[in-house]
């Protein structure tokens, strides 16, 4: 890797997944640019953290509010990560909502549908569009081992089916295919691009139905028997970019304890 930081945006950075992610970037002597829509203090414990672990005076972690469902709020972000940080070597897309209410398919709203479908599916598909427009402009001054690279942090939602969480399943399936086309678009220019699909994750998401997935974890639906962390996936990221995965794109990489094996 460059002597100089590799820098990272990561999307929804300030809590859950997005915070284990940034924080294993920081570790691994990245510069991390913690996005986040409202929530400006948990941005700022998560700059905080980053700081404590970081290698190097030279890391920075910028905080960067954008409303990913507005488009003019979104087109802004790039831009303003490349105006404080300077470049881009990778963009981790993780922001993302549950289904408002987690309504059963049959009671499921427009605003629901709208909702889940602008943050978790359009937002990256156009945030990816303008990194990757970077990328194309200025190649082989990628900082990460093999070239830039480009990551989606879905949900094994987009193959195991909920009916009270339809809409945000469909949205996880299309961040599969969405993988698959960008790397096979980005190939030629030496982008490498990842899908990790975290399982149960112990995070802010899931608290209000800790209850419901105890049981379901300790009575072996989960074959590891315990529930994912933000650092599971925070680690999978860091692998990826420093170079774990150098023959890897277009792929989709559960991080799930075996949840989504097939048992017979």
């Known amino acids: 890797m460059n002597s100089e930081p590799a820098a990272v945006l990561v999307t929804g950075a300030s809590r859950g997944l997005g915070k284990g992610v940034a924080l294993e970037l920081a570790r691994a002597g990245m510069s991390v640019g913690i996005h986040f829509a409202s929530n400006a203090a948990a941005a700022a414990d998560t700059a ?9 005076g030279a890391q920075r972690f910028p905080l960067l509010r954008a409303d990913l469902a507005d488009r003019a709020e979104r087109a802004g972000l790039i831009p303003m990560t490349l105006g404080v940080l300077g470049r ?7 922001a993302g909502i549950t289904s408002p209410g987690r309504l059963d398919v049959l009671d499921n709203t427009e605003e629901a549908w709208d909702a889940v479908m602008d943050l978790n599916l359009k937002a990256p598909w156009f945030l990816s569009q303008q990194a990757a427009r970077w990328w194309v402009e200025h190649p082989g001054g990628a900082r990460l081992p093999e070239g830039y690279k480009l990551v989606f942090v879905s949900s094994v939602s987009a193959e195991m089916a909920s009916t009270n969480r339809g809409d945000y399943c469909v949205s996880k399936a299309g961040i599969g295919m969405m993988t698959k086309v960008f790397a096979l678009r980005l190939a030629e220019h030496g982008v490498q691009v990842v899908e990790f699909r975290p399982g149960i994750m112990a995070t802010d998401m899931t608290a209000a139905v800790r209850g419901k997935y105890d049981p ?9 028997r315990r529930w994912g962390q933000p650092e ?21 990489i559960r991080l799930d304890g075996g ?6």
């Open 48 to 56: 905080g953290a980053c700081r404590q672990v970081a290698l190097s």
């Open 88 to 94: 881009l070597d990778s963009l981790v897309n993780n």
């Open 259 to 264: 949840l989504s094996v097939p048992v017979l």
């Open 216 to 224: 379901v974890i300790t009575g072996g639906k989960v074959p590891m």
């Open 232 to 252: 599971d996936t925070g680690r999978a990221v860091r692998s990826f970019l420093t170079g774990g995965l150098p023959f890897c794109t277009g792929d989709s």
